[in-house]
């Protein structure tokens, strides 16, 4: 059964599914086409990053690194050393947690062009379980100064956002994920880097989404809808920088905030919205995030419910406002 | 005066350099940084093609890139003394604004430095990853990188290396000082390294030594070699054996002065072994 959900801005249908990695791996092999420049390395997860295309059609540009992840980071540091741009890819586990300070020293610290693309981020990952969750990455990538830290919400928001990230210049942390999810972007959408998205006009609370919690958000909001509760969707597809400017604006207008996103509750765009509306424009807030816990085996659907990311927790936090 | 007595000259020089900066700011590593002098300068006075005006990207020349981050104090003094910063900027080491920081980065812009290090085992990454690039930009200049024995217990060295065999990265010379200290102790009683050539070649390296690691004419002349066996479809790796602290007698040999300054008497007796050849900075 689809759903089709005409927002006062959008009409989005979740009729085609499909994962934001493909998007990725789509982006890259045009770009493999399109900029010389451009390089792909991989520690032995071509497949679940869906780099074989680019793997195939630009062989030269693609460094397969083993089950290495650190010398995979360093030596993207190195690549960009003679002007390569170089997309460091694995599950997101083994491209944040256990690489933290490969990039803090060789990519952040060093200012290098690198750009660090992790799948399978989150708990969405499902039946692999807590070993391979990461829930903890956002926050250790917004903590490194000049990190740019990027969570696309689905399939052509990622393929967006691949090539805006190659086209900048610095380190960035391209976050994106496992499982078929609904494409309720439109291709034509421009994606700039630190602006976020309004995806639905609302008066009473504004719902701050990211990855994979932007469709769920847009689900809860229909919900709440019809029980006279009006949401402003703001989907943040760049947690660092944040667009400060948009949430504001919208905080300004409603006075209550709901941030939901795939991650620990603490370190991930919950706080970075909090951090700012302490500062600027105190609000009451709530959170749909993971909450101080590690995941475990599981469908994606099982776990997103069990975790309290379902669009019925994001109902439930508006309504205990 | 033969070319060889010009750069003895000059280490002279370079160590003393390295201890008035240790000395100003009491902290930093002489010990090793005394140990690669002469490497140093045969590397950036003699066998790379290198352009000190310095930009980034080092395309069609030469790049050299330190791993063992704390020798800061010798690569400062030899950058310098190579014209990539004035010599008078030796002075800030350590100090608050400088750009010779306690060990190197790119974050100040100091030119001559294309990475940061000091966290070990980095660096071969970044070298291999170097090697890459002007591979893939058709640059037929090299890729150096020093290291020390002690950072060979990092585990990433050993990811490096085994990518760098399997995939034929040849124009690249990684060194390694093997003065058999690091800062606990002698490295074969804190973790004993066994035959660091069996490693190499067990992972497919080309191996070669340098005996005399404190000899100017055999570091040269080793160098030299090893330039040679480039390009052949093997990393090279260079056993530099040296000496920690070589130049000053009571420094020399030992762990103690890793990472330890001297204290003003300490620095008086070193710099009376040590020539003023060229000119205090």
Redesign the interface.
């Known amino acids: 059964m689809s759903a089709t959900i005409t927002s006062k801005l959008h009409t989005f249908s979740d009729k085609e599914q499909k994962d934001t990695r493909s998007g990725f791996g789509l982006a890259m092999d045009y770009l493999g086409e399109t900029n010389p420049k451009v ?1 792909a390395m991989c520690a032995d997860l071509t497949g679940s990053l869906k780099l074989n295309d680019f793997a195939e059609n630009h062989p ?2 693609f ?1 397969q ?2 089950i ?1 992840e ?15 741009i ?1 997309f460091a890819t694995t599950f997101a586990n083994f491209a944040t947690g256990r690489v933290y ?2 990039i ?3 990519v952040a ?4 062009n690198v750009k660090i693309a992790a799948s399978h981020a989150g708990i969405t990952l499902g039946e692999d379980g807590a070993t391979h969750q990461i829930l903890e990455d956002i926050g250790l990538m917004q903590m490194l100064p000049g990190m740019v830290v990027i969570n696309p919400c689905d399939h052509n928001q990622t393929y967006a956002a691949t090539l805006a990230t190659a086209a900048y210049e610095g380190p960035v942390y391209l976050r994106f994920g496992r499982p078929k999810v609904p494409n309720f972007t439109s291709k034509d959408d421009t994606f700039e880097i630190g602006k976020g998205i309004l995806m639905n006009e609302g008066t009473d609370v504004s719902i701050i989404a990211t990855g994979h919690l932007v469709w769920q958000s847009i689900l809860a909001a229909k919900e709440l809808e019809k029980k006279g509760i009006s949401c402003e969707i703001i989907n943040i597809h760049t947690i660092k920088p944040l667009d400060n400017e948009l949430i504001l604006q919208s905080v300004a207008k409603t006075g209550k905030v709901l941030v939901a996103e795939e991650h620990q509750r603490l370190g991930g765009l919950g706080s970075a919205v909090a951090q700012l509306l302490a500062e600027q424009a105190p609000t009451p807030m709530r959170f749909v995030a993971v909450n101080d816990s590690f995941g475990e085996s599981g469908t994606p659907a099982q776990l997103m419910l069990k975790y309290g990311l379902d669009s019925s927790d994001v109902v439930k936090a508006v309504e205990s406002f | 005066m033969s070319n060889i007595s010009n750069l003895e000259q000059l280490a002279s020089q370079v160590r003393r350099d390295i201890l008035r900066m240790v000395h100003a700011v009491n902290s930093g590593h002489p010990g090793g940084s005394m140990g690669c002098t002469e490497f140093f300068i045969a590397l950036y006075k003699e066998l790379m093609d290198h352009d000190p005006s310095f930009n980034m990207d080092g395309n069609n020349e030469d790049v050299f890139f330190l791993s063992n981050g704390h020798i800061s104090p010798v690569f400062y003094s030899v950058l310098a003394r190579s014209g990539y910063f004035p010599v008078e900027e030796l002075k800030t080491f350590r100090k608050i604004n400088t750009r010779l920081q306690g060990h190197p980065t790119t974050h100040e812009h100091l030119p001559g430095v294309r990475i940061a290090s000091g966290s070990l085992g980095q660096g071969m990454s970044v070298a291999i990853g170097a090697a890459l690039s002007k591979r893939r930009n058709k640059d037929s200049k090299l890729i150096y990188s020093l290291h020390g024995d002690g950072e060979l217990q990092e585990g990433q060295i050993w990811e490096a290396t085994l990518f760098a065999s399997a995939n034929k990265v040849d124009n690249y010379i990684a060194t390694i000082d093997v003065n058999r200290q690091q800062i606990d102790g002698p490295t074969d009683e804190v973790m004993a390294m066994g035959s660091i050539r069996q490693k190499f070649e067990a992972f497919g390296w080309e191996v070669m030594d340098i005996q005399e690691g404190n000899d100017m004419q055999a570091v040269m002349t080793g160098m030299q070699k090893a330039k040679t066996l480039t390009g052949k479809g093997k990393p090279i790796c260079v056993l530099l054996h040296t000496e920690m602290g070589y130049g000053v007698d009571f420094m020399q040999g030992t762990h103690h002065w890793h990472g330890k300054a001297p204290n003003d008497d300490q620095l008086a007796n070193a710099l009376g072994q040590l020539e003023e050849s060229i000119g205090d900075y």
């Open positions: 390089m030269e540009r460094v690194c083993g290495a650190a010398n995979m980071i360093g030596m993207a540091a190195g690549l960009t050393i003679g002007g390569q170089p300070d490969q803090r020293q060789s610290y060093s200012g290098k």
